[in-house]
């Protein structure tokens, strides 16, 4: 007996090019580009109608994408060597239809790469309000309409957004306890850029021997 004969109709794992299309059908016009590609179906939308859309997802009765299973930021400054022609920053979202047993990739572009701003979804999906200030903390991106969109990861004197490409991989500042002034204090960083050579060690007695 296959897996597939045990489940009902509603539970069992729709073909991903169905998929693709009925996401096309019930989107229409606000889908940009539904692409399938390794068994997985991702729509892109515009920024403009990225809230129309995640409801149509969540609330259209073949779609039925109840949870939201993760969101997060993405910088596309330096893809695939910088090639990457288009906005800089996005939002991927993964959502789940546990009703209909079937997944998607929602993604959008923040439409300004010097102040990306993007409408919040967290009225949608009460689990967007985390992963959004995780975003916002470490990329920079502004989610419109959030109602508590605050750092998360960082400290609150934090300077910039660690995520970003060009962000130094040695941070701006630096913090240690000053036992004279007894609180911790923020400083420019000392670290000394360096070129690690590697050195072959070997074993007394080696011979060279492969």
Not at 116 to 135: D, G, K, Q, T
Not at 139 to 146: A, D, N, S
């Amino acid at each position: 007996m296959s897996f597939d004969a045990v489940l009902t109709p509603a539970q069992q794992i729709p073909a991903p090019g169905g998929l693709r299309q009925t996401l096309a059908d019930a989107l229409g016009d606000k889908a940009r580009q539904v692409s399938l590609a390794l068994g997985e179906v991702t729509v892109l939308v515009a920024a403009a109608d990225y809230l129309d859309a995640a409801a149509i997802l969540r609330d259209h009765p073949q779609c039925r994408f109840e949870q939201l299973i993760d969101l997060c930021g993405v910088d596309f400054s330096d893809y695939k060597g910088g090639v990457h022609e288009g906005p800089r920053f996005a939002v991927i979202s993964h959502l789940l239809s546990v009703s209909l047993n079937q997944r998607v990739r929602l993604k959008v572009f923040c439409p300004d790469d010097d102040f990306p701003v993007l409408p919040s979804i967290n009225e949608l999906w009460n689990a967007a309000n985390w992963f959004e200030r995780e975003a916002f903390d470490l990329f920079g991106i502004i989610f419109e309409g959030h109602n508590d969109l605050r750092r998360i990861l960082t400290d609150y004197g934090f300077i910039g957004h660690p995520f970003r490409k060009d962000f130094p991989t040695t941070g701006h500042v630096e913090m240690r306890y000053d036992p004279e002034q007894k609180r911790v204090i923020y400083q420019p960083v000392s670290i000394e850029l360096r070129e690690v050579t590697p050195r072959i060690l070997r074993e007394d007695g080696y011979a060279g021997r492969p």
